[in-house]
């Protein structure tokens, strides 16, 4: 995959991308990463790429010909068709869906304003869509860029060691994920839960899809409320829930076997 970053800092994108799974599959050819940066299109002795917007207002205005040029400079160096994306805090929100989305791609060039952001023209003529990474704002969009970047390249076949590792993320099936666990299996800090020292897969991937559940319903109901949960998702959730009430109760009230264990703190 190729991904070309038109950035006044595209170093800034080529450093965050070289380190982990991401510079790894720089390494080994699975991601092409190529910086543009427009000052070096623009005319002047002083290079200009900004100019103060009409109409009056603080701060600065991104030029278009610097752009236009810098985008006709990376789309000229591959033949392949490329889809431009501006990163902006008008665009729409990044999401695992957008993500898996922009990885089935060949190409990418990604567009980082600065200032006050760019000249309304380029974007309506050059721009395929906009993307933003969340609702507050940066000085820049080389942060943003980076974020797609290491987001998109450990989707591509073969960056991960384990493809299984993509599948389990958060928000993959909509829901967040599970909490996990490594050695030692005793610790001051607490024990492992002894359904994933039993050796049952499926007793193990019972575990995960309620804790996932009771996560997703503790801290993001809201995704939770668009999910389309099964009748079985139904009953591992009411499972989650019931263990948390009865951990709540005096230590000799009665209380409901529960087939699989469960963890977790009621939310305040």
Known sequence: ??????????????????????????????????????????????RRVDDRPCGGGPGMVMLIDPLRASLQAAHAADPAPARVVYLSPQGVPLTQAKVRELAGRERLILLCGRYEGIDERLIQAEVDEEISIGDYVLSGGELAAAVVVDAVARLREGVLGDAESAVQDSFEDGLLDCPHYSRPIEHELGSVPE????????????????????????????????????????????????????????????REPQVLATQGKKPL
Not at 222 to 229: G, I, Q, R, T, Y
């Open 1 to 46: 995959m190729r991904i070309d970053v038109i950035s006044l800092f595209p170093e800034f994108v080529a450093q965050c991308a070289a380190f982990g799974v991401v510079g790894r599959a720089g390494e080994r050819g699975l991601l092409s990463l190529h910086g543009w940066n427009p000052r070096d299109y623009a005319e002047g002795n002083y």
């Open 195 to 254: 359904v994933l020292l039993s050796g049952n897969h499926a007793h193990i991937a019972a575990w995960r899809r309620m804790q996932s559940l009771g996560r997703t319903w503790q801290r993001r109901p809201d995704l939770l409320n668009e999910a389309a949960l099964s009748k079985a998702d139904r009953k591992l959730l009411a499972a989650f829930r019931a263990g948390l009430e009865a951990a709540d109760e005096p230590a000799d009230a009665p």
